[in-house]
């Protein structure tokens, strides 16, 4: 198993991953319980740049090529940039206003979801990202971490 930046290729599998940790709030975000249009909402932000659900601020788990966990992460100085496509989207897909709690804050990467393919739960795979995090940003870059 290898953990690596995600790149564009990955974009569903990231989005099935994000979908299990965040189910509920993808759902309050474009006002409907629907996993096809949720999961596709995802997919456009996800391939974007620049935004805080974007590839660009993803790390996944691959086991014999296969993704089978993501973890989104970001400078929480930047939460309010990295949002402003997301509430367009949300404005523009669905008419919906984007409903949020202020969770992260400057001097911090925040750990927005962890989500691990179930076929691979209960094996430690979100304590190995976990170990990940706290190694290249605490070690490794002298950040502080956010949950």
């Avoid at 690596?4 to 299990?20: P, S």
């Amino acid at each position: 198993m290898i953990i690596r930046r995600a790149t564009t290729k990955d974009v569903k599998e990231i989005a099935t991953c994000m979908m299990l940790a965040m189910e509920e709030i993808v759902y309050k975000f474009i006002g409907e319980n629907s996993t096809e249009k949720a999961l596709h909402f995802l997919e456009l932000l996800i391939v974007q740049k620049n935004n805080q659900y974007s590839y660009e601020n993803c790390w996944v788990m691959e086991d014999n090529k296969k993704v089978i966990a993501t973890v989104n992460i970001y400078n929480g100085a930047d939460l309010e940039k990295l949002r402003t496509p997301v509430a367009l989207l949300i404005k523009t897909m669905f008419n919906q206003e984007l409903i949020y709690e202020e969770e992260t804050q400057s001097g911090e990467y925040y750990i927005d979801c962890i989500g691990v393919n179930p076929n691979y739960q209960g094996k430690g795979i979100g304590s190995k990202m976990l170990q990940f995090l706290i190694d290249e940003y605490i070690h490794k870059k002298n950040e502080t971490l956010g949950l």
